[in-house]
DNA sequence: TGTAATTATTGTCAATTCGACTTAAAGTCG
DNA sequence: CGACTTTAAGTCGAATTGACAATAATTACA
């Protein structure tokens, strides 16, 4: 192959950023104010600078356009969009690489400089809404592998503060999933799983009987898993 | 962000494709012949030409260097790699979308116009032999995938030819976990589970009882998983 | 103040699954 | 034929699951 038919790109990092709302799972959208796809809600996101590695700028875009810091979400790489029809309004080829991050008790996103407005939409609503480019194929992509892991590992966890009951975690399955789990079972299960959650010693009095506090534990992985 | 801010890159499809030969799980590797960490052994691979997707690329470059036609592979993408400075050999940023792909029997790999010479590795040695750009990284990552996804998916069929023996594919966990496993367990465990395998209602002979045969059935993914 | 309502946690128990092991079946090899 | 190999099915105690009941520890409010 000669250097002369290779494909130069740009390349971007968009972010599918998911949140509990009220108990409803929900990503952050953006009107988007540059000329391609302009007042087109999108996945908040932007192009690589040079020097830059694809998981920095999706840090760079979560600070920019969430004010989030590293410590306040969990990052982790979805995929690569590389279709060459995926995005014709821009001059140069456009490869995306998309990243899910997941937090808890997000503020709502900021509107950047290249963004309109921004906000937290949840995630049945979102897609339905005709995003830019393949944006909603990428969060049907992102809203997946959010379920799926939370089968098999401790990604739940990311959506609570540092502190949390079990029934805060059991709610976590129930809105991703979109199922009802029996509390009792769930709570022997999350309990017995070893470095699931390890219990501060404090407790939290709401309605009820208070609930104890428990922190994510060291493990990452789940077995047995969670189930449906 | 002003355009001229945006990085511009080349994008590589690179492949880490595994095999069975004789029981041992074994990446196909290159010995590179293009100016950049030439001499080097590397993963198998290319850069995206104008108008290609990156699978279509992984594809291109599996026919090139290895004879395959997309009914003998499965592909998978298993992550993009953009560090700055993965590779400073070439004169502009590069990053690369590597690719999983898993296959039965692959013949001995063809030394392309990029190569000078091609060949099956067995894993362990291939993750000890210092490869070209951060392909160790890339390779290491492919196997953890691989182990991980035989858990919870039908994957394993994909390093069998289209009808095979439960043995058989308990050899492919043990091979690929590096592990044994209870022969009766296993056979009770794989055919009720629905939908993993389908029999044929033919038979192979060997040494011993015949072995009936089975084809890989409609499921992807499992659960019950099969536990390491 | 007392009782209902609410939420968290523990218990119970039958049904299922798992893991280690044994047994039987069905062939080949010499 | 008899020894050996490999597949497949059976056995059984232990562990796990899922449905549900019971208990505990609070708040809400009449």
Redesign the interface.
Same mark, same amino acid.
């Given at each position: 192959?000669s250097r002369a @038919?290779? $494909?130069?790109?740009?390349?971007a990092a968009d972010i599918v950023a998911l949140t509990l709302r009220d108990g409803v799972l929900s990503v952050a959208l953006v009107k988007r104010k540059p000329r391609a796809a302009r007042g087109r809600w999108a996945l908040p996101g +932007?192009? $690589?600078?040079? +020097? /830059?590695?694809? /998981?920095q700028a999706a840090y760079r875009e979560l600070a920019e356009e969430g004010g989030l810091g590293e410590r306040d979400v969990r990052l982790e790489?979805l995929? %690569?969009y =590389? @279709?060459?029809r995926r995005d014709v309004e821009h001059e140069?080829?456009v &490869?995306s &690489?998309a990243y899910l991050a997941l937090a808890a008790n997000l503020p709502e996103p900021v509107a950047g %400089? @290249?963004a309109a407005d921004a906000s937290w939409v949840p995630v049945d609503q979102a897609v339905g809404k005709a995003l830019a480019f393949d944006h909603t194929r990428i969060l049907e992509d992102g809203i997946e592998r959010a379920r799926?892991k939370l /089968?098999?590992s401790t990604l739940a966890t990311s959506f609570l503060d540092e502190t949390f009951t079990i029934s805060e975690l059991r709610s976590v399955y129930e809105a991703v999933w979109g199922v009802r789990l029996d509390a009792a079972n769930f709570h022997r299960k999350v309990t017995s799983t070893d470095g699931f959650v390890e219990a501060t010693g404090e407790e939290r009095r709401g309605r009820g009987r208070p609930a104890k506090l428990f922190r994510a534990g060291s493990a990452t =992985?789940l077995?047995?898993?969670i %189930?449906r």
């Open positions: 192959m @038919d290779r $494909l130069v790109a740009w390349v +932007g192009f $690589l600078l040079p +020097g /830059e590695s694809a /998981e790489q995929g %690569t =590389s @279709d060459p140069k080829r &490869i &690489i %400089t @290249d799926s /089968e098999y =992985s077995n047995p898993p %189930t």
